[in-house]
């Protein structure tokens, strides 16, 4: 079964992830798309917005890995770089990159990485969240400055 549906609209393609369970809908819209079926990877360039499980992804481009998996093309990771923003109901996390793999539901964010919620900041140079789990690892980067987790307080 085909999943990618291209669908032009005022110079945006979105492209729709469509399987049986709704739950695993993805959609992607952006200013410019590229398939390449034989490497089964997508790449899409400016104003990037995915949409998946709840979750909103804005980035200046976002290049998706998909696998074959009992005859239906599912997610298998995705590299967003460029401005990264990552918002759920309760925390909204950004970065230089975001690297997600659907098969260990982790997701890395790179350079000036920041998670927060109503009321915690989490800053580090890398920030590695486990989206089943919720477990969080921060660790400083080449760079050497600090991890920072600010709580009690109101999210800034």
Known sequence: MKWWLMLWALSCAQVVYAQTDSAEKMTVDADRFELFQENKRAEFYGHVVVH???????????????QDIGGRNELKSLVATGDVVITTQVK??????ATFEAGSEMLILTGNAQVKDEKSVLKGEVIEYNTATEDIK???????????????????
């Open 52 to 66: 998946r499980q709840g979750m909103v992804m804005k980035a200046n481009q976002v290049k998706v890995w998909y």
């Open 92 to 97: 909204q996390g950004s970065a230089d990159r």
């Open 138 to 156: 921060v660790r400083k980067g080449k760079s050497g400055k600090q991890v920072q987790f600010t709580f009690g307080e109101e999210g800034q």
